[in-house]
């Protein structure tokens, strides 16, 4: 048996390559190399990606013009953001029936030639006022005001989904409506109502925004705010505190005041200008309707007035109702002695007070309100609105 063994050991011993340490070497050499290669190509991409963004670093700076006018031998006259007007070749490559008078293009800044056409610009306020996003507000989380849901139906909504009611009378249907009221009855609440009732675009806007500290910038945002609204047609637009540019104009006052004035004569120019709105509706909310001026007022502008004022009994059982659906409520709660006990409270004061007593509750370790957390809060909101009245009435004898 060991001398079959031993000749089996030779024959495997035979049979076997016998080790060679240059063919590991050159193994892991194209295993290297292939890494190696890989690497390069990347830093070749990152090279060219280099040069690419350097080269546009270098290039010079264009200037923005507008195109007032086109000429017969192919040429354009251009106003430029450097101030004159400058008669200018197109280049070859920019397709010139794209071309037309108001288009915005960009200018070579050495021979001032059109090498390229510019998109429409509008301010960073107007474009950021279009509500993408439908409020969830709707007639439904509005209480006491029945009488207003209805006006502003048919002043707004109606034109909107049913012109040919319109038509069919013979009447043209109200350019604008303007809510008044005290604060916090209710008149942004309708706006969102209507935004989510229609299908229109809705744009919102406060007063104070087109207020502008350089000459013609609030006159410019007006322009570009109703232009956006007929690009978007249907469109709804609703200024917020319109008293902030809409107020009387005064003989004497300062610059600032003599440029609100500016604005407010641009408003006034595009909501009964030569241009017919058409499909876009204005909505105006202002709690100062004493101070806004008479020329905003007159029918043609906003053809219907409509105040909210503070909820009646019916209309605080209404809000209350819709507030404490949510709540945990106590079976000492009655609504109806809140509803008397909150006479002279707006609907927001209502809200307030039914938060107040949620919180009352919270910090007595209860899951339930009882009628003892909305007397505390109704003390509470009437404090804080006899303090704002004391210190209105302060600032008004001053």
């Not at 902030?244 to 909501?271: C, N, P």
């Not at 945990?328 to 409270?345: C, F, P, R, Y």
Request: charged share 30%; net charge neutral.
């Amino acid at each position: 048996m060991s001398k079959n063994t031993d000749n089996a050991e030779k024959k495997d011993a035979k049979t076997k390559t016998p080790y060679n340490p240059w063919k590991e070497i050159a193994i892991r050499a194209e295993s290297e190399r292939r890494y190696m290669e890989n690497e390069l190509i990347k830093l070749q991409k990152e090279v060219q990606q280099l040069y690419s963004e350097l080269k546009k670093l270098k290039s010079p700076p264009l200037i923005i013009g507008e195109v007032i006018d086109i000429m017969s031998d192919d040429r354009v006259v251009v106003k430029s953001t450097t101030g004159p007007n400058f008669v200018v070749q197109v280049a070859n490559f920019v397709d010139r029936s794209k071309i037309l008078i108001g288009t915005r293009v960009s200018l070579n800044r050495d021979s001032l030639s059109v090498i390229g056409i510019l998109g429409p610009s509008k301010d960073p306020i107007i474009s950021e006022a279009e509500i993408i996003e439908k409020p969830q507000i709707t007639y439904k989380d509005i209480g006491g005001l029945e009488i207003q849901i209805n006006e502003i139906k048919e002043a707004v909504e109606l034109p909107l989904t049913k012109p040919e009611l319109f038509r069919k009378v013979g009447i043209d249907p109200p350019t604008g409506v303007l809510l008044i009221g005290l604060p916090g009855t209710g008149k942004t609440l309708l706006a969102q109502a209507v935004a989510h009732e229609t299908k229109a675009v809705f744009i919102r806007l406060v007063g104070s925004e087109l207020v502008q500290k350089y000459i013609g910038e609030g006159g410019r945002l007006v322009r570009e705010l109703f232009a956006l609204a007929k690009d978007k047609a249907p469109s709804i637009i609703f200024i917020d505190e319109l008293d902030a540019i809409g107020a009387k104009r005064l003989d004497s006052g300062t610059s600032a005041d003599r440029e609100v004035q500016r604005t407010l004569m641009q408003l006034l120019a595009e909501l009964d200008g030569f241009d017919v709105l058409k499909d876009v509706r204005i909505i105006g909310a202002s709690n100062r309707p004493d101070i806004l001026d008479k020329a905003l007022l007159r029918p043609g502008r906003f053809d219907r007035i409509i105040e909210v004022p503070l909820p009646s009994y019916e209309g605080r059982l209404e809000i209350l109702n819709i507030h404490l659906r949510r709540m945990n409520l106590l079976k000492d709660v009655e609504i109806e002695e809140l509803a008397q006990k909150t006479e002279g409270l707006s609907g927001a004061d209502l809200k307030a007070i039914c938060t107040e007593a949620g919180m009352f509750a919270i910090r007595e370790n209860q899951f339930s309100v009882s009628k003892n957390n909305f007397d505390q809060a109704i003390v509470k909101v009437k404090k804080s609105e006899n303090i704002s009245h004391i210190k209105e009435t302060g600032a008004m004898f001053a």
